[in-house]
Structures are given as C-alpha cells and as structure tokens.
C-alpha cells in the first residue's frame, strides 16, 4: 500500500532535548512537508521541500531543523531552541509541489515537553 | 496576505439535516482550493478539490463550488450522517516567494458533530 507513515505516535520531551520526528513516503512524491496543529486552529507550515538535498523554510521554521537526504524521507528535528513545542505535528507529500498537486498526510505525531 | 476564514464551529446536526460550512478567502492569483476533513487523533483526509473558478468538486455526497465573484468555497452535504463527525478544514494553495513552490494555507477548521 502507498502512503506516508510518520513515527512514532506519541513522544514525550523533557526540556533542554533535541528530539527527531520520522516521516516517509512510498508515493513516488516529489515535494514533501511538515506542519504543526495546535488545538483549535489550522495548520502552520514548518519547513517544506521539492527535491532531494533542497529545503525552504516555512512559517514558523525557528527552533526546528529537517534534511532530505533521500527521496522517500523528511525527518524533523525539533531542538531545544523551540520555545513550546508541545503540538501535533503532520507530514505531508505531493507530486511535484505545483499550486493545482493535492497534499497527502500522514498520520502525525503528539509531541508532549514534559 | 493569503487568507481562509470558515465559519466558527462546533457545528451539531441531527442525522439527514442538510450541512452548510462556510469558507470565504483572499488570494492574489488564482489559488487551488481544498477541503480537508480530520477525524480524531489522525492525519488530515482530502476531501475535494477546485482548480479554477466555477469548478465544482465532489466526494461522498459533498460537495463546495468555486465562487471567484464571491472568494467563497462552502462545503455541503444534502444528508449528514453521525460518521461525518469530524474536523473539516477549508484550504487554498499559493505559489510562495522563494523558488516558485506550492503551500497550502489552511483555515482553523470547523467541527462537526451529528448526532442519532
């Protein structure tokens, strides 16, 4: 089955520690994304890339990092630097990154700072 | 800048009621639209999409136009079922500055509730 898997589920953070979110994809999916939900409001976008080795920062980039050294993943560093990082987190995947391209996402991860 | 505004929820309806979740937004250009739909503790679903004015999507008896007269993209069901509980997010895509690459900007999301 194609889709996009994200792990794990649920992570707890103490503060002052780097913690990384995995994210990949078996669609074939040039561009991929992360964005962060908080509750009652829409998604915020973090970082996104349209290639491999490429990233552009979104919205809300300070106090996370990614890289995207193969096709299929985009792991998320959330770094100390980030001042409230408790949220739940979605990857995203489309074809090519184009204005008409749907978005796919992924399950998400709960990141809880303890 | 680029911005979706949607109607403030929680909806509640009765099963069968008809459905109506307003979308309203202001894009330069000519944006994709979307609707998303979120179910509890998971990822967001596509819904349906509209590429270009007057276009109208469709999906599981749901449906929304795209409106350029009137910046608008409501989402509609003629029958609500207590299955379409859930989080629905009305969205546009833009062309960002830097590169020529696509994001979505997404509304705060609308939750519906129908009960028996």
């Known amino acids: 089955d194609g889709g996009i898997t994200q792990s794990p589920k649920y992570l707890f953070r103490k503060e002052g520690q780097n913690v990384t979110l995995s994210c990949e994809q078996n669609?074939?999916?040039?561009?991929m994304y992360w964005y962060r939900q908080d509750p009652g409001q829409g998604l915020r976008l973090i970082y996104y890339s349209q290639i491999v080795n490429d990233f552009q920062k979104g919205d809300i980039a300070e106090g996370y990092s990614v890289s995207r050294e193969k096709k299929e993943s985009f792991p998320l560093t959330v770094t100390s630097a980030q001042k409230n990082p408790t949220a739940f987190y979605l990857c995203?995947?489309?074809?090519?990154?184009?204005?008409?391209?749907?978005?796919?996402f992924g399950p998400g991860t709960r990141l809880t700072v303890l | 800048g680029d911005s979706v505004t949607q109607m403030e929820g929680p909806v509640t309806l009765s099963e069968e009621a008809f459905l109506t979740i307003n979308c309203t937004y202001t894009a330069t250009g000519y944006p994709s639209l979307f609707w998303y739909v979120q179910y509890p503790g998971e990822g967001l679903q596509l819904l349906l999409k509209a590429t270009k004015a007057d276009d109208k999507g469709s999906n599981k008896g749901f449906e929304a136009t795209y409106r350029k007269e009137t910046t608008s993209f409501h989402l509609e069901k003629g029958s609500v079922q207590v299955s379409d509980s859930a989080v629905y997010f009305c969205?546009?895509?833009?062309?960002?500055?830097?590169?020529?690459?696509?994001?979505?900007?997404f509304g705060a999301g609308t939750r519906l509730a129908v009960h028996p």
């Open positions: 995203a995947s489309s074809m090519r990154g184009g204005s008409t391209d749907t978005q796919y």
């Open positions: 969205a546009l895509s833009v062309l960002t500055f830097s590169g020529g690459y696509n994001k979505l900007i």
């Open positions: 669609l074939n999916h040039d561009a």
